[in-house]
């Protein structure tokens, strides 16, 4: 009598998602992690260690919202995002209120936050701040680098790439604006950079997603649209005795239709304001980005810069003078409105309080007046 098959848990390699068997000769990792605790006879080894909200504090403004995140922390490293799933609590609901995750400024005052999840616990404090009292009418670009290094090669702890983790980051801010007053568009930005026979040639790639619109759900949507430009660097060959860099990095595209957007459908009693998020150096110069900047501003726009993930290291520009990569993004920026965010989980507090620091920026720093 021959005995019944061993059942083959469905599997991926790490890196990979594709399945496959679980095969003791090559290290495998379940899809799901929590799935592999739920189902240890099928994947073996893997234990809940705790739950995290991400970040650990936060600053709002009184009627704005405020995105945490909650995550599922395993022996194997990884980390899940149950935030829709988990039990979310205010210690001080006078102060703030928490839905999901997203917590909403009452009061002025720090409250502490609270999410459950599976019996495990963890806490963030959120400062609530006076909402700034907007003394300008804003139409805003919001720019995205969606070159090949936000793309699979980006994916961290939590399975999420770069381009999936700012998506969701950038709601964040949408959700804060004031669509009764201002308006929102998005742009996303990559590139081509080539070397055959020595013919470089530098294409940059843009897209227009929506143009300023007032409506949330639209806007939303086309942010929802915006996707790495990776797929050309995995599958577009190199020619022989030839070099090609595919999904290059052209900042300088991203704010030059930014700027024709602003300018054409821009309202006159509204200011311009640019959101910039890149995690490269400027690598098409096509056009040459200093120059979009430097003419924007002196027209009175508003450039507000996000380096993410990049070491700042010495590097050329595209007038090939030496600089450090933080240094050159924030050139770009007005006023130094530039932010470093080191890792993607900074980008929630950035993103969710940038609508108060331009209002403040506008209505208090002299900088950013008309000229």
């Not at 019944?4 to 290290?27: E, H, N």
């Not at 806490?123 to 009292?133: H, K, R």
């Not at 020595?198 to 086309?222: D, E, F, M, N, Y």
Request: charged content about 15%; proline content about 6%; overall charge negative.
């Amino acid at each position: 009598m021959s005995l019944p098959s061993p059942k083959v848990a469905a599997c991926v390699l790490p890196g990979s998602t594709t399945k496959t068997k679980c095969d003791d000769a090559a290290p495998v990792i379940c899809a799901d992690p929590e799935q592999a605790v739920d189902n240890p006879g099928e994947c073996p080894g893997v234990a809940i260690t705790g739950l995290e909200v991400v970040p650990a504090s936060g600053v709002i403004s009184v009627g704005s919202i405020y995105p945490f995140t909650a995550r599922l922390k395993f022996s194997d490293g990884r980390k899940k995002d149950v935030t829709g799933k988990a039990t979310w609590s205010s210690f001080d609901p006078v102060i703030a209120a928490v839905s999901f995750g997203d917590t909403t400024g009452v009061h002025v005052g720090v409250a502490t936050i609270k999410a459950t999840y599976r019996g495990e616990t963890d806490f963030a404090q959120i400062q609530v701040t006076e909402a700034c009292v907007a003394t300008h009418l804003l139409d805003i670009v919001i720019v995205f680098d969606r070159s090949g290094s936000m793309g699979p090669g980006s994916i961290g702890v939590d399975g999420k790439n770069r381009m999936e983790r700012t998506i969701a980051a950038a709601k964040s801010f949408v959700k804060n604006v004031d669509f009764s007053r201002d308006r929102v568009s998005v742009v996303s930005f990559a590139g081509v950079w080539s070397n055959y026979g020595g013919q470089v040639t530098r294409t940059p790639s843009t897209t227009l997603h929506i143009g300023l619109s007032t409506s949330k759900a639209s806007i939303l949507a086309a942010i929802d649209e915006v996707t790495p430009n990776w797929a050309d660097c995995y599958t577009k060959p190199i020619n022989p005795g030839a070099g090609q860099v595919n999904c290059a990095t052209g900042i300088g595209g991203g704010l030059d239709t930014a700027k024709v957007e602003l300018n054409n459908n821009g309202r006159l009693s509204a200011r311009k304001v640019m959101i910039l998020l890149t995690d490269g150096m400027e690598n098409i110069c096509t056009p040459n980005p200093e120059t979009v900047a430097t003419n924007f501003k002196a027209s009175g726009g508003i450039i507000v810069g996000i380096a993410l993930s990049i070491p700042d290291v010495l590097t050329a520009s595209c007038t090939n003078a030496a600089t450090t990569t933080h240094t050159y993004i924030a050139g770009l920026t007005s006023c130094g409105l530039f932010f470093a965010a080191d890792d993607a989980d900074l980008l929630p507090n950035i993103y969710a309080t940038l609508p108060g620091l331009i209002c403040k920026s506008i209505s208090t720093n002299p900088c950013l007046y008309y000229y």
